[in-house]
Each structure stands twice: as structure tokens, then as C-alpha cells.
């Protein structure tokens, strides 16, 4: 129904604002009275003469609309905590206590290791970006740096994390400020591209 202000509401037939059963019928667009809590004149024309069915329609129907919100919410949070969605993520963090300036690397790196080796994430898009223009240029470097970052956390971190554990004194300095250099390094890196970090 083809109808955007009250006025032509009231005009139009009777058969045209309600069914033959006097379901009242809502047009296509609502004219507002622009008061503060910008109420509808057509919804206080509803509460008006038809305060029964809008009671049905509008606020039990919200009321329903927002018990089924809240329940499917519920239910998916007790899902979620039952079956963790981000499983990978909690089996990094460990029970017992860990400074930050371990943890953060850690859950860091292995963001990047589950979205290469669960999500396929390095083949699963095409590096390329969108100038607000609409024209697309080459993003292939972000790609060779995770790769980079990639090979860092599979190949590299463990063997010069004990390597730098292992060293004795004075040659452990060196391979420490390696090991530290090295995760903050990759760390930047992941976190520079982390908006391509999705498929």
C-alpha cells in the first residue's frame, strides 16, 4: 500500500487501511511528528482504535522477537563454552602463570600459524587491494611477509629460543638479544597486516 502520510491513511477506503477481518494494514512509509521520542503517527492512530491487535503485533511481537534473541544468544554461549570456538587459542595459553612478555607473542604466533595452516588463509584469498577509487593494486609483499613471519614460528623460533636457553655466558647474550629482536620483529610484522588476516 502506496501510502507515506496519515492524512491520505484516514482519506484512503476503509478495504485499503484493514483486511475484511480488521487486520489494519501498514503503507509503505511512516510521516513522524518529529517530537523528541519521534513516535509514529501512524502507531499512535494504532494504539487509538486498534489498542488489542497492536499489543499483538508490536510490543508482545517485540517482546517475543527479544526472548527468542535472548535464548538464541544464550544458547549459543552455552555451545560456545562447551565447545570453545577458539579452541587453538586457549590450548596456547597455558594454566599456570606466564608473564605477558611471553604470552603476547605466543598468542600472537599462533594467530598467524592457525589462520596459514587451518584456514589455508595465504591461498584461500587473492593479495590484491581496492583504492577508494575502486582500482585494485598488488598487495603480494604483505603475503611474502607472513610467509616470512610463517616460517619464523614453525622453523626458526623454537631452535633460537634454546639455543639461546643453552649458550653459555658470554655467547647466551648475543643469541638472547637475537631470540628478543626476532620475536619483536615478526611480532610487528603480523600485527602491521593484521586487517588481511581473515578469509
Known amino acids: 500500500m502506496k501510502i507515506y502520510s496519515i492524512d491520505d491513511y484516514l482519506k484512503a477506503p476503509k478495504n485499503r487501511r484493514q483486511t ?10 511512516y510521516e513522524w511528528t518529529g517530537t523528541f521520542d519521534d513516535e509514529c503517527l501512524f502507531e499512535t492512530y494504532w494504539k487509538k482504535h486498534y489498542p488489542i491487535q497492536y499489543f499483538l503485533r508490536e ?10 534473541y535472548r535464548l538464541n544468544d544464550c544458547w549459543y554461549n552455552i555451545k560456545c ?5 577458539q579452541r587453538w587459542l586457549t590450548k ?22 592457525h589462520f596459514v595452516e587451518e584456514e589455508d588463509g595465504l591461498n584461500s ?20 611477509d607472513l610467509k616470512r613471519a610463517y616460517r619464523y614460528a614453525t622453523k626458526v ?18 643469541f638472547d638479544k637475537l631470540y628478543n629482536d626476532c620475536e619483536t620483529h615478526y611480532c610487528m610484522l603480523i600485527l602491521k597486516h593484521r586487517q588481511y588476516l581473515w578469509t
Open 20 to 29: 475484511w477481518w480488521g487486520w489494519y494494514k501498514e503503507p509503505d512509509g
Open 125 to 144: 584469498r587473492t593479495w590484491k587491494d581496492t583504492y577508494p577509487d575502486g582500482s585494485s593494486f598488488d598487495i603480494t609483499h604483505i603475503e611474502k
Open 157 to 174: 623460533r623454537d631452535r633460537l629460543e634454546k639455543k639461546a636457553w643453552q649458550t653459555k655466558y658470554p655467547h647466551s647474550i648475543l
Open 81 to 85: 563454552f562447551l565447545f570453545p570456538k
Open 59 to 68: 510490543d508482545f511481537g517485540r517482546f517475543f522477537r527479544r526472548m527468542k
Open 92 to 113: 596456547t595459553i597455558p594454566n599456570t602463570w606466564c608473564d605477558k612478555v611471553a604470552l603476547l607473542p605466543d598468542i600472537i604466533f599462533a594467530s598467524l600459524i
